[in-house]
């Protein structure tokens, strides 16, 4: 079966300290994945996702980026982080036959 | 793109009562319907979907109904219990994918959430 991992589970940083956020999935292969932000006692946004390796597509203009180095692995990262960039970050990874998407643990991150 | 709207925002039930969230969608060309429960803390789950070439699913207690021409769908709970207050969310995309344009590759797009309080 399937298993999609995150880390770390909680974040506190200081603003203008980098971040980087990573997920992995096993159990399947060449999935799509994705990074979603939710803020407190909000919807999902959509920060990014991807079809494959290198492949990256953005969402919304912001000061994140995502990489994906290897067929499971999904990274969100960040230069300098801002207040605004507190929430609960989301990795999902979707299988390609069936449409379901389906979430990691996720993180919470704070930033002070 | 696609948008989505759900109604309530937020709704309490006594315990044993039914529960109906709705959701409309506005791109025709999606066909798959997913609905996800999130618990206070925790990552939204999968409970339950539809596809555009069926009209109702059913899973033990819970429902969901698609009408294509009013492009809307609805998640029915029947007889409510305390561990059903969660979040749910709605979400519709267009399937199957990668798309041929080069554009949905499978993305949902949720609808704004439905806190559902049931209570004892």
């Known amino acids: 079966s399937q298993t999609i991992h995150q880390w770390p589970a909680t974040l506190v940083q200081p603003v203008g300290s980098p971040l980087s956020l990573e997920c992995t999935v096993e159990?399947?292969?060449?999935?799509?994945l994705y990074w979603y932000r939710q803020a407190a006692g909000r919807g999902l946004q959509l920060l990014f996702y991807?079809?494959?390796?290198?492949?990256i597509s953005s969402e919304v203009p912001q000061n994140l980026s995502a990489s994906r180095p290897q067929d499971r692995q999904f990274i969100l990262s960040s230069k300098k982080l801002l207040l605004s960039d507190s929430g609960f970050y989301l990795c999902?990874?979707?299988?390609?036959?069936?449409?379901?998407?389906?979430f990691g643990p996720g993180t919470r991150l704070t930033v002070l | 793109g696609e948008n989505v709207e759900q109604h309530p925002s937020t709704l309490s039930v006594q315990e044993g009562d039914s529960a109906v969230i709705k959701c409309t969608y506005s791109?025709?060309?999606?066909?798959?319907f997913p609905w996800y429960k999130q618990e206070l803390g925790k990552r939204p789950q999968l409970i339950i979907d539809?596809?555009?070439?069926?009209g109702e699913k059913k899973d033990q207690r819970i429902a969901v109904t698609l009408n294509k021409t009013a492009k809307h769908f609805s998640l029915h709970i029947t007889e409510t219990q305390p561990e059903d207050s969660a979040v749910y969310f709605c979400?519709?995309?267009?399937?199957?994918?990668?798309?041929?344009?080069?554009?949905?590759?499978?993305?949902?797009?949720f609808g704004q959430g439905t806190i559902l309080t049931v209570h004892p």
């Open positions: 999902a990874w979707s299988d390609t036959r069936n449409g379901g998407q389906y």
């Open positions: 159990g399947t292969s060449n999935p799509n």
């Open positions: 991807s079809v494959g390796i290198g492949q």
């Open positions: 979400a519709a995309s267009n399937l199957p994918y990668p798309n041929a344009g080069g554009t949905s590759y499978g993305k949902l797009t």
């Open positions: 539809i596809r555009s070439n069926v």
């Open positions: 791109d025709s060309a999606s066909n798959y």
